[in-house]
């Protein structure tokens, strides 16, 4: 489908926002708006991608460029309305193109949407067509207004509306598409002569249709993907129905969500069947989750991959991977990049960083390791300390061999080694590598003094 292409409107100010941020930056749970709408264009086969940046440009295409560098750029230096911002794509524009244009504060419209779109253009031979919906409070939106064969006669400005036009509760979604030629030809025409005194996209139907051409409107199957993000209240409700959704969504997969209004699931994240998750917990990015784990109350987890039969209670993960079987938390705290085998234990007031832990192994309380290899069967003991950090902020490494043991309020610093079997005893500070089967003590020999108290 090389003649599909895209263009996303993001020049505005969002003035409603009240905010620093661009409008499309601001976040629907974890992600922005705006991967939303180019994640819509991409599924529904578009890959001619063209963003209209004005207002805080530089920030919308250094987070666009992180995801996708192929997409382009059109600067719209003025916001001189949503038809002026289209103009700024023309010399992207091919006559034999079909243009999907949609507005960048729309992040809920789904890509099954826009194909459908697309195939009613073609398939009605419409010189373009816009989005329909019916609602109940049409407020600020743009009226549509039907023809006698059901297809559109012209769209009105609630501000340019009159009495009667204003009461018509068919309204634009703010998502079009277009014949190229006829797109381009229609931008001569546009004139900012409105109430708002600016160049409105929603003139260029009528502009096609006085070339001749008929314009199609293709109503919206799901009003739940029609949620713009013109306000904070806007935002958050356009959350609270992304949420809802994925939330329904793994529901009907088989996982229970004990309460569903009190967990949230990013759209990109997996869960096996009959994993339980309880209240307050946070599963965000493209984090996988296997079968019948136990998760929260009250658990974080970012980017991760977690096995299945594992228990996560409490306790927050970041870009790390845990095995089958394992024990998270309660309060345990896995930084990025720890690779923990399965039938681990990594327990209260643990925080962990740049680990590898071999199967079976237990951090089960009060300790920091990071940056350390530590192998199977390994038992660290409460209050345990791996000092990767030396004076001059270099990170060193320790390693733990299999079977080791290491005993209570030790600190190992790193580098050091210590080996298969080996036992640290309790409250050493061991700054050289223990050998296998050794025992590495590293403390004051008590001195008890006998009647040291006068009575
Ligand atoms: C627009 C439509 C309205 C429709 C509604 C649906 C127009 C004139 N009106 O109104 O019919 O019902 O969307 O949500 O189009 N933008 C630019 N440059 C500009 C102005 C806006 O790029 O100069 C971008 C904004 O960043 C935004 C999008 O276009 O992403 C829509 O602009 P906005 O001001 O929100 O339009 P609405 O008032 O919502
Ligand atoms: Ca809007």
């Known amino acids: 489908m090389s003649n599909l292409k895209a263009i996303i409107l993001a020049a505005g100010k969002g003035t409603r926002m009240k905010s620093e941020l661009p409008k499309v930056l601001h976040k629907i749970y974890d992600r922005c708006a705006i991967d939303y709408v180019c994640d819509a264009c991409e599924g529904a086969g578009i890959d001619n991608i063209n963003i209209i940046v004005g207002h805080k440009a530089e920030q919308i295409v250094e987070h666009v460029k992180k995801r996708n560098e192929n997409i382009k750029f059109c600067y719209q230096e003025q916001q001189l309305g949503t038809g002026h911002a289209v103009m700024q794509a023309k010399n992207n524009i091919n006559d034999d193109d079909i243009v999907l244009v949609i507005n ?14 697309i195939s009613f253009c073609k398939q009605g031979n419409y010189g373009g067509v816009v989005l329909s919906g019916i609602v109940d409070f049409p407020g600020s939106l743009g009226r549509v207004i039907r023809d006698d064969n059901g297809n559109l006669n012209r769209i009105v400005e609630k501000k340019d509306c009159n009495e009667d036009e204003e009461k018509i509760k068919e309204v634009n979604i703010g998502v079009y598409c277009f014949k190229g030629k006829l797109l381009k030809e229609s931008f001569d025409k546009l004139d900012d002569n409105n109430a708002q005194n600016e160049y409105y996209i929603t003139d260029i139907p009528m502009h096609i249709k006085n070339a001749g051409y008929s314009f199609g409107v293709c109503a919206i199957a799901d009003m739940s993907e029609f949620q713009g993000i013109n306000s904070r209240e806007e935002l958050s409700l356009a959350t609270c129905t992304l949420l809802n959704k994925t939330r329904k969504l793994h529901m009907a997969n088989g996982v229970t969500l004990i309460d569903p209004a009190n967990t949230y699931i990013s759209i990109d994240a997996k869960i096996g069947r009959d994993t339980i998750i309880y209240p307050g917990t946070n599963i965000q990015g493209e984090t996988e989750i296997g079968q019948n784990c136990i998760i929260g109350p009250n658990s974080h987890i970012i980017s991760s991959k977690i096995g299945n039969n594992v228990t996560i209670e409490t306790s927050k993960v970041t870009e790390s991977t845990i095995g089958d079987y394992c024990k998270i938390g309660p ?28 199967e079976n192994s237990k951090v089960p309380h009060l300790i920091y390791a990071g940056d350390s290899d530590i192998g199977k069967n390994v038992e660290i003991a409460c209050g345990v300390i791996t000092a990767n950090m030396n004076i001059n902020w270099e990170k060193n490494k320790t390693v733990i061999e299999d079977g080791a043991f290491i005993g209570c309020n030790s600190t190992l610093l790193a580098p050091v080694k210590i080996g298969k079997d080996a036992i640290v005893g309790a409250g050493s500070v061991i700054t050289e590598d223990v050998p296998q089967n050794a025992l590495g003590i590293a403390r004051q020999k008590q001195v008890v003094k006998e009647n040291y108290k006068k009575n």
């Open 331 to 358: 309060f345990a705290h896995i930084r990025p990049n720890c690779n923990i085998s399965k039938k681990c234990k990594v327990g209260s007031f643990a925080e962990t960083k740049n680990i590898t832990l071999g």
């Open 104 to 117: 960048g504060d729309q992040p809920l419209i789904s890509s099954k949407t826009i194909k459908s779109m």
